[in-house]
């Protein structure tokens, strides 16, 4: 499995064909504490840099962007219910959806790890 990162900050990390995508550390703590999360329908077609889901926070309202075209195949419905998971394990078991990689050509306009951190610091 392999991790990519956004300017915008959302994870995704691919498995062959299949992508599960959250929002980073970074993103959660510039948001504070998330009240409310909305996602999207299984099925639902997204191409790279369309709203994937919305997550609300005390302090803002921020969308979450598709990394990459897919097709959603799975939403975490458990942060509908509980969306101070957000808050606890953005990049871990706090994923927003599962879907498909589309292109895996679009990886490569994303960033690794240590290309990422280097961005956040430049914020």
Do not use: C, R
Request: charged share 25%; net charge negative; aromatic share 8%.
């Amino acid at each position: 499995m392999t991790t990519y990162y956004s300017k915008d900050h959302e994870w995704i990390a691919v498995d062959g064909d299949k992508a599960t995508i959250g929002i980073t550390t970074y993103a959660q703590e510039q948001l504070g504490d998330v009240v409310y999360v909305e996602l999207p329908e299984a099925g639902k077609a997204l191409s790279q840099g369309d709203e994937a889901a919305v997550v609300e926070s005390v302090k803002a309202a921020s969308e979450v962007y598709a990394p990459i075209d897919g097709e959603v195949v799975e939403a975490n419905d458990a942060l509908v219910d509980e969306p101070a998971k957000v808050n606890e394990d953005p990049e871990g078991a706090a994923w927003f959806i599962k879907m498909t990689v589309g292109n895996a050509d679009q990886l490569s306009d994303l960033m690794d790890a240590a290309a990422y951190k280097a961005y956040v610091e430049t914020l």
